[in-house]
């Protein structure tokens, strides 16, 4: 290769390391507030049991308010430690780069699902109940359901998989080029 060449190489690594530097920060700044976040929830909470003040969120509210905030953590966390290790080793193409990404796009995926499934655990039976009351006293057809599963948040999950794939090629390619200098 020419001078130039790598020269354009290294500026254009560094620029990428910079960006990655500046998204783990962005991601740093999200968790924290999150985190804020939950602790005021709990604090809030926590207050409203003791003075023995009524909740408007049941504890299916509550449950779910915390097991979507450890998700939430958790796919953060994973991509701050994938632009932190962009960062300290200078490549995305690291199978553990691809586990994280695989990891993300499952778990968004997973929570697509589950999300629809809990709301037809939950919103089934009780659409059932109103729809019986509608016909049988009022004598008139309830309106449809408006419950629906975010399609976006599946095809995310998806497009995440995709890209883990395109890292382990690219991991594929990497090694290749290895092997030939």
Do not use: H
């Not at 254009?12 to 999200?30: A, D, M, N, Y």
């Amino acid at each position: 290769m020419e001078t130039n060449d790598i020269q354009a190489v290294q500026t254009s690594l560094e620029k990428i390391r910079k960006t990655c530097r500046g998204i783990k920060t962005f991601i740093r700044v999200v968790i924290i507030l999150y985190i804020i976040g939950l602790a005021v929830a709990a604090v809030v909470l926590l207050t409203a049991k003791i003075l023995g003040l009524p909740l408007e969120a049941g504890a299916n509210e509550v449950i779910d308010m915390v097991l979507s905030a450890l998700y939430y953590c958790s796919l953060l966390f994973t991509a701050y430690l994938f632009f932190y290790d962009i960062v300290a080793d200078g490549t995305p193409f690291l199978d553990k780069q691809v586990k994280r990404i695989s990891f993300i796009g499952w778990a968004t995926s997973a929570y697509a699902v589950m999300d629809l499934v809990k709301g037809t655990i939950i919103f089934v039976p009780v659409y059932m109940n109103y729809m019986t009351e509608s016909l049988v006293l009022e004598g008139i057809a309830p309106p449809l359901p408006a419950y629906n599963t975010n399609i976006y948040v599946v095809l995310a999950g998806l497009a995440c998989l995709a890209v883990a794939v395109v890292f382990r090629y690219g991991i594929l390619l990497q090694q290749l080029s290895d092997e030939t200098l």
